[in-house]
C-alpha cells in the first residue's frame, strides 16, 4: 500500500486503510472540534510484533488465556482510530469523526478529556525500540491529511500519549523520533517520502523507496 494514496471520506475514514470496527467508541460531545494527535505505541504481547492481537484488544477479541500479559487488559474497553503496524501497513478502527477511547485519564494544554477533541493514532512499537522507516513514512503521511482536513491540529498538538499522561504513560517512548517527524510535517508530502528514504538508507525495514513520488496528500498548513 502507497501511503502517499490515502484519501478521507466525510467521516474521517481512510482509504485505502484496512478498516476493522471497533465497538469501543462514541459520538464526540456537542461542538468538540477536533483539534488534536495523540500518538502511541502498542505491541501485544509486550516487546513482540506481528499477529492480531492488538486488533483483537481494539475489538474486544482478545483471549485472556492467550498469553500472560493479556489477563489484565482482555476486558478493558479500549480502541484508538488508527494503527500503523512495523511495515507501516495502516489499519483504522474509528472513524476520525467518532470519539475514540485512546487517551484514558489525560490533559493537554489545560484541557482534561484527550478523547473528546484527538484522533489516537497506535505505532506497533515499545519502548525499548526504535520505529521503522515505513512507519514514520505512513505517520507523516496520514498526519498531514488529518490537518488537511482538521486545520486546528497545530504542529504543537500533535503529541505523544506521554505528554498528555504524564507518570501514567510512557509511550510512544524514548525511541520516537519528534525531531524526524516535525521534519517530515514541516515538508510536502513529494519531499517528505524523499527525506524518509536519506535518513534511512541502511535501515533495511525501508519500504519507501521503490515508492512513486506522485501524492495526493496535501502539504501542511502553517
Ligand atoms: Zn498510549
Redesign the pocket.
Known sequence: MNAADFRLSRDGRVTPAAFIASPNCDARPPGARIDALVI???SLPPGCYGGDFIERLFTNRLDPRAHPAFVDIADLKVSSHFLVDRAGALLQFVPASMRAW?AGESKLHGRECVNDFSIGI?LEGCDHDRFTAAQYDTLSKLAQLLRARYPAIRPERIVG?SDIAPGR?T?PGPHFDWQRLRALLATPATAATAVTNATNATNATNATDARATKTTVAPPRA
Do not use: L, S
Request: charged share 40%.
Open positions: 502511541h505505541a502498542i485512546h497506535e500519549h504513560k509511550d
